[in-house]
């Protein structure tokens, strides 16, 4: 287990020079210009504090080893840093719904990208990728009145959690990842609604079932009115074309009630079959309640009047948008405000039809592109070769004997070219090492190959190493608040702090922001050596994965999350930063 002096060391670790860590963190700041950042909300005061005094206090707590803002009260340092207002400030600004805190982190990082553009412009190196990155993570809470709470399920664990899942859009701009804009989300359950929609399968079907049975007992009374009407008409006639008459319509009319006999039977067992499908709905909703909660523990949540069109309004109705939903509105926001990709990187949750619309719609001037995992599932492709549709495992099991070796990622390949709801698109079926697994990615990109494909998707890496660190250090998802503007803003603080410490990274060990440039040219080969000895740590795992039949892509993944595996890894890396490792490493 790792000890808070180990997490203090760590924090100290990140500034490289001599000098104290939260002197070097307002140097940064003072490069940063945070304080400018929260002017633009100073418009809302509480005794007479401006808003960016209190954000600055809070951006900073962790460097003073704060944990929360009553310590920070007990201890005295706002008395010097915000004259003695008290806690009530800041937890009011907190709760206060007016405060745009989606805004101010747009802020931050638009200041990172204006300040981070000088130093990549004149490093002479080959065009770096850069990326959107998403993914969600789970926020675990263990109280059952914090507003908006309910029980999410826990990719890694398999199991429902009460927490809420954050999810975050990032940027990776060739050299650092931070983040850009996240959502907040519950999740009412799954269980209650699979039973719902095989109930409405099954009504849909028993009104099928009895319209056909409607339609056979009128053809029945109309066969019975026509044999009844052809025996009157033939009545006393002895004559074979009288008798073939009678013959053929007695002959219709049993015919007729044999199919309403058979109509009847399986229109009784849906009858049946619904029956039992409303017993299990109810057994769902005593069982797994909607959001996890019982009515009783849902009523004694804690709730909000929140304004219309206030940012809190508008986070409050963002919780229960779908996630991919939320991705789309990001992208749109972050292109926006002009930041650009050559890709966008998911993993199979968000791969859809409307992911792929959105990416290609907002890429046709920058020609950006979608890289995603999807996922072995019931989704139709048309295959370019045939015209025919197959799913994912069909399509795996037409092509699995053409597939190809690859060397550099000691892996096999299929490439199928396929057209996904119309829009042409590389599907990429993938078998790292001796797994038998095959995974499936999904790309818009048609010139893209395999080698290229999979290091653009290792990128995808980086946004798992920020969530660890954040939780681990900055404190993300620790807030114990009630009150979900609370949550938002303590998301958002943490999100900042990460921001400025990407930055402060960059610029660490210079006395002057000038000094960054001459010390990247005079640390090019230095970097250039570590970043081959990393590649062959990663090699070594990919052997190592091979020779055990693990898939590397999961393994790599659960080393990320998993903290005292990080940990040790940093220590393999002699050149640079610790804190550099994973973010070159993926």
């Known amino acids: 287990m790792i000890s808070q002096q180990d997490k203090n060391n760590k924090l100290s670790d990140i500034d490289h020079g001599s000098e104290d860590f939260a002197y070097s963190i307002f140097k940064t700041l003072d490069i940063f210009k945070l304080k400018r950042v929260g002017s633009f909300f100073n418009s809302i005061k509480r005794c007479g504090v401006d808003v960016s005094d209190i954000l600055m206090v809070l951006v900073l707590m962790p460097f003073y080893q704060v944990s929360s803002v009553a310590s920070l009260v007990k201890n005295g340092f706002e008395d010097s840093l915000t004259n003695g207002c008290g806690k009530d400030v800041y937890y009011d600004l907190k709760n206060n719904v007016k405060i745009n805190w989606r805004s101010l982190l747009w802020l931050a990082t638009l200041r990172f990208k204006k300040l981070s553009a000088p130093l990549n412009s004149i490093v002479v190196e080959k065009a770096k990728l850069r990326a959107f990155i998403a993914d969600d993570s789970l926020l675990p809470k263990t109280g059952e009145k914090t507003e908006?709470?309910?029980?999410?399920?826990?990719?890694?664990?398999?199991?429902?959690?009460?927490?809420?899942?954050?999810?975050?859009?990032?940027?990776?701009?060739?050299?650092?990842?931070?983040?850009?804009?996240?959502?907040?989300?519950?999740?009412?359950?799954?269980?209650?609604?699979?039973?719902?929609?095989?109930?409405?399968?099954?009504?849909?079907?028993?009104?099928?079932?009895?319209?056909?049975?409607?339609?056979?007992?009128?053809?029945?009374?109309?066969?019975?009115?026509?044999?009844?009407?052809?025996?009157?008409?033939?009545?006393?006639?002895?004559?074979n074309s009288a008798i073939r008459k009678i013959v053929v319509m007695e002959n219709k009319r049993g015919n007729t009630k044999k199919k309403i006999s058979t109509a009847s039977g399986i229109f009784a067992k849906a009858d049946n079959e619904i029956a039992i499908l409303k017993a299990e709905l109810k057994t769902a909703q005593a069982k797994y309640p909607d959001y996890g909660l019982s009515a009783k523990k849902h009523k004694n949540q804690y709730s909000k009047q929140r304004q219309a069109c206030t940012p809190g309004a508008e986070r409050a109705i963002e919780v229960d948008m779908k996630k991919t939903d939320s991705l789309n509105a990001m992208l749109k926001r972050a292109v926006r405000r002009g930041f650009t990709a050559d890709y966008v990187l998911t993993d199979s949750w968000f791969c859809n039809i409307s992911l792929v619309k959105t990416v290609l719609a907002l890429g046709r001037k920058t020609k950006m592109h979608l890289i995603s995992m999807a996922r072995m599932?019931?989704?139709?492709?048309?295959?370019?070769?045939?015209?025919?549709?197959?799913?994912?495992?069909?399509?795996?099991?037409k092509y699995e004997r053409k597939s190809v070796n690859a060397r550099s990622h000691n892996s096999k390949y299929i490439k199928i070219p396929v057209e996904y709801d119309e829009i042409r698109v590389n599907l990429f079926f993938v078998k790292m090492g001796r797994s038998s697994k095959w995974k499936l990615l999904l790309t818009t990109d048609l010139c893209l190959n395999f080698q290229k494909l999979m290091d653009a998707y290792q990128l995808r890496w980086a946004i798992e190493v920020f969530f660890r660190e954040c939780k681990q250090f900055l404190g993300l998802g620790q807030s114990r608040s009630t009150c979900f503007d609370t949550q938002v803003a303590d998301t958002t603080i943490s999100l900042v702090q990460y921001t400025i410490l990407s930055f402060h990274k960059r610029i660490s060990c210079q006395n002057t922001f000038d000094g960054i440039?001459?010390?990247?040219?005079?640390?090019?080969?230095?970097?250039?050596?570590?970043?081959?000895?990393?590649?062959?740590?990663?090699?070594?795992?990919?052997?190592?994965?091979?020779?055990?039949g693990i898939d590397v892509l999961e393994l790599t993944e659960d080393i990320f999350r998993d903290t005292n595996a990080s940990e040790k890894l940093k220590r393999l890396n002699i050149f640079l930063p610790k804190e550099q490792l994973l973010d070159h490493a993926a």
């Open 377 to 397: 599932g019931t989704v139709k492709y048309k295959l370019v070769a045939n015209g025919k549709y197959y799913n994912a495992i069909e399509l795996l099991t």
């Open 517 to 548: 440039f001459e010390s990247v040219v005079a640390n090019i080969a230095e970097y250039n050596l570590a970043q081959k000895l990393q590649k062959i740590f990663w090699l070594i795992v990919e052997t190592m994965s091979e020779f055990s």
């Open 148 to 239: 908006f709470i309910s029980r999410v399920h826990d990719h890694v664990s398999g199991k429902f959690i009460f927490g809420y899942k954050l999810l975050v859009l990032g940027y990776w701009d060739g050299d650092s990842f931070y983040p850009l804009d996240f959502s907040l989300h519950r999740e009412k359950g799954s269980q209650v609604q699979k039973a719902k929609e095989r109930l409405a399968k099954a009504q849909k079907r028993q009104t099928v079932l009895k319209k056909k049975l409607e339609k056979v007992e009128r053809k029945y009374e109309e066969t019975n009115t026509a044999l009844k009407k052809t025996k009157k008409e033939n009545k006393g006639k002895k004559s």
